[in-house]
């Protein structure tokens, strides 16, 4: 499954959600949100059901088009090891 993000409701979307069909990502959460915001509600629905699935024994991968689409920083770091500690894979285009 794949993530996309802008920050502002200007930026436009679909560079990033054609890179992530071109991928062969099927299911697609995208939100327009800052990157300063405390809660991305598409990010935090995909990992819950990337987490549910793996829990089915699926193997899930989440594709995001670049680093940066999931915070800056440590924030980054904080943000990458969620999906990892559920054994959900973590995917850069």
Request: glycine share 6%.
């Amino acid at each position: 499954m794949g993530y996309a993000r802008a920050s502002t409701v200007r930026q436009c979307l679909d560079t990033q959600l054609d890179l992530l069909k071109d991928a062969g990502v099927t299911r697609i959460f995208f939100e327009k949100v800052s990157t300063r915001a405390r809660t991305w509600p598409a990010l935090d629905k995909a990992v819950a059901l990337a987490r549910e699935m793996r829990a089915s024994g699926v193997a899930v991968t989440l594709v995001v088009h670049e680093h940066k689409r999931l915070g800056r920083a440590i924030e980054l770091a904080a943000l990458a090891e969620q999906p990892k500690a559920s054994g959900i894979g973590l995917e850069f285009l």
